[in-house]
């Protein structure tokens, strides 16, 4: 009989995938049995303590950053993980094992958990029992240290559908470039960052699907139907077949809308708009040209600082953002600081997010104006890439003013610097606002006229507006782009930016979103930055609206918001 499991679909062009599934288990990582030549045992035991120093380094960070007012639980909570790093049981015994035994220092590490947590589990004491926990979490940082180090470990994932409790940004662009063909994951929220991730990458995914890691097992062949957001496992042949069918029919338009890829973006009634790409990474940059791309409107480069050891080098930096901008040939690339934080952490964080609320924390450029050695380094790399195409500049999270003054004196500096040293630079770098908080939002004329254009992020813009975290799916119901709240906003925004005179777009979710086409360029947008995959559909629904008629009902529409049919009547506008 079928099983089915229910989560949230992320909206992407391909909804189905079949395929057996990978279970990633975030609980415990484990390791493969691995030997190693006897002249490499020094090597891996030296790999190994390398390993416990970086996690013992990482924790040190994230107590520094814990507040004053914290309750001492949290740090006890840390310390007794750093006591633990420091206990030979865990720091010494797994080097004799690789000694002893000649395998890698992850199987020496995972022998010496099994062999503790079988200690722990004969404990009495309930409360020493529950410490097992902390030995799992100690264990995995530096397994993950350890695996870190190994990329090309040989799980096959190519084909797969993973399954796992939560998936971090880094691990989706990781196991997409592995090849996995769907995601499912116990937790998680469309709006999170790895929602978005993997729509941008198109791959069918869901969250939120509660019970999926405890409820399927790898090896077995699962359908994903996020159009639904439905997992299936064992699926008669009919439903099997009528997946295939169902995932050939989406291909099969995916490429029918390709014949307008080189359409242009009008309405009926001749309005041009301008239709932009977000990426991730430079090699999404062949994804934008296939399907159309008039430009990068949000390149994401916080995906420069994931899945390795060390802060990029402002070389590494400047030779990303000059593949992108060659692979672009003349289209402008909008190159979005660092925005690490919230949901978006990397290994070597430099203020790694101990905190209750990270998305209220130190993220974007409240990070960057802290850490400016890591800002100056960017800023730089995207001063000297701009020598070569018509870059522009955007600022996340900006909530003040003086973040906006601080972010564009340091731009400043650098430029001088650059020009003293004669270095080779664009006569003129755009700086652009993105407009992501309420507070940027209510104040957006005065961001306006210290910026040359504002980039609207309704991702962050929502969250914080309607106060529902966008990574967690017991809230998603709230999640509401067409919340009063939020069009009042947007509006505000736009007027702010045509009293200026200066260009608004709109990066979020939202604009990729074809339900909202109508109601966004009625309400006056004209530029509009989405993941690749979203353009076609979005260009074909520009190509049949006549704006004429859309506006005049729009207006009406705007006058109740909160009426019951409000969103039926906005995607009704499609059809004027
Ligand atoms: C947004 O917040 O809308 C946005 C585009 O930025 P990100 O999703 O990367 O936070
Ligand atoms: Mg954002």
Request: glycine fraction near 6%; include cysteine; proline fraction near 5%.
């Amino acid at each position: 009989m079928t099983i089915a499991i229910q989560g949230i679909g992320v909206n992407s062009s391909i909804s189905t995938a079949i395929g057996k599934v990978l279970m990633l288990s975030r609980g415990s990582i484990q390791a493969e049995p691995g030997m190693v030549p006897a002249s490499q045992i020094d090597a891996e035991v030296e790999r190994f303590f390398h390993a416990v120093q970086i996690a013992a380094n990482q924790l040190v960070e994230i107590r520094k950053q814990i507040p004053a007012d914290t309750p001492p639980d949290i740090l006890e909570f840390i310390d007794t993980h750093l006591l633990m790093l420091q206990d030979k049981a865990i720091s010494e015994a797994p080097a004799q094992t690789i000694r002893s035994e000649g395998c890698s220092a992850e199987w020496a590490l995972q022998l010496r958990r099994d062999q503790l947590l079988r200690v722990f589990e004969d404990m009495e004491d309930a409360y020493l029992r529950t410490r097992k926990d902390d030995l799992d979490h100690v264990v995995n940082r530096i397994m993950t240290i350890l695996q870190g180090e190994k990329r090309s470990d040989p799980v096959e994932i190519a084909g797969h559908i993973i399954v796992s409790e939560d998936l971090t940004p880094a691990d989706t662009i990781m196991l997409h470039h592995r090849g996995a063909c769907g995601f499912i994951t116990d937790f998680g929220s469309p709006m999170s960052h790895t929602a978005i991730l993997a729509a941008s990458l198109g791959i069918p995914a869901i969250v939120g699907a509660h019970g999926a890691t405890t409820r399927l097992h790898s090896g077995e062949r699962v359908v994903v139907d996020a159009l639904n957001g439905t997992v299936l496992a064992e699926c008669s042949r009919d439903s099997i077949r009528f997946f295939e069918k169902r995932l050939h029919k989406e291909l099969e338009r995916r490429n029918a809308l390709q014949t307008l890829r080189d359409a242009p973006a009008l309405t009926r009634d001749g309005t041009h708009i301008e239709l932009q790409a977000n990426i991730e990474l430079p090699d999404d940059v062949q994804a934008v040209l296939d399907e159309g791309g008039h430009g990068i409107g949000l390149y994401r480069t916080e995906f420069l600082y994931m899945n390795r050891d060390q802060l990029p080098t402002e070389e590494e930096h400047y030779q990303a953002y000059l593949q992108v901008i060659e692979g672009m040939d003349g289209r402008p690339v909008t190159i979005r600081t660092l925005d690490l934080g919230a949901d978006k952490q990397c290994e070597h964080q430099p203020e790694p997010s101990a905190c209750i609320n990270p998305a209220l924390g130190l993220r974007a450029i409240r990070l960057c104006l802290k850490e400016t050695s890591i800002f100056r380094v960017q800023i730089r790399a995207i001063l000297r890439a701009s020598a070569h195409g018509p870059v522009r500049l955007m600022i996340p999270m900006l909530t003040n003013l003086w973040e906006a003054r601080q972010a564009r004196d340091i731009i400043r500096e650098e430029r001088q610097k650059l020009a003293e040293q004669q270095i080779a630079m664009g006569a003129d770098l755009p700086v652009g606002a993105m407009i992501e908080t309420p507070a940027a939002a209510l104040t957006a004329e005065s961001f306006a006229q210290m910026f040359d254009f504002l980039s609207i992020g309704t991702n962050d813009l929502i969250q914080y507006t309607l106060a529902v975290d966008r990574a967690d799916d017991s809230v998603n119901h709230l999640y509401d782009p067409l919340h009063p709240a939020v069009l009042l906003l947007i509006q505000q925004v736009l007027e702010a930016g045509s009293r200026c005179g200066k260009p608004v777009a709109m990066c979020g979710e939202m604009a990729g979103n074809p339900g909202y086409t109508p109601l966004l360029l009625g309400m006056g947008l004209k530029i509009l930055s989405m993941h690749p995959a979203s353009l076609p559909e979005v260009k074909q629904l520009i190509r049949k609206l006549d704006l004429g008629q859309v506006k005049p009902r729009l207006k009406q529409l705007l006058r109740h918001p909160d009426a019951e049919d409000f969103a039926q009547a906005i995607r009704d506008l499609a059809n004027l």
